[in-house]
């Protein structure tokens, strides 16, 4: 038979391991929150990027054309060799910059695909730390509660 006592404690030792519980679910949550918006953060990267990289292409072409009006408007055969030149080197270096905008958005995504991941395995091991608390709790209130029965049963 229980006394009050042992009641209370068996009570407080529950309560202590459901908070554990409840903490490390909790922790684990928040953790899943952060990593779902490093997610949400990468998606948004890749798109700026490729937006980004669109508008270089864009500008481009734009600078292509007003480059090949400008040299014919001086009277340059826009078939020669400096004008197909000058229109090549534009090419390259906005194809260039595209490129190099793409690549800057996957590595800023994947760093933060990597942020996400690390949430995650945090809120894990928030989780098993909780239970592992609680387990803990009950079995010390567990040896505590057998102690004071036989010191209360060897009188």
Known sequence: MCTGVEIVMLGGALLGAGAAVHQGQTQKNYN?????????????????????????????KQQKSEAIAALAASGVDVASGTALKIDQEIGRASSEDAFLTLAGGRDRAARLNAE????????????????????????????????????AGGR
Not at 44 to 49: D, R, V
Not at 133 to 144: E, F, K, P, R
């Open 32 to 60: 899943n929150y952060l990593a779902a918006q490093s997610e949400a953060d990468a998606r948004a990267e890749q798109g700026a990027a490729r937006v980004e990289a669109e508008r270089i292409r864009k500008a481009g």
């Open 116 to 151: 996400a991941q690390g949430s995650r395995m945090a809120g894990s091991r928030a989780q098993t730390a909780g239970y592992l608390s609680a387990a803990n709790t009950l079995l010390v209130a567990g040896t505590n509660s057998g102690k004071g029965w036989k010191k």
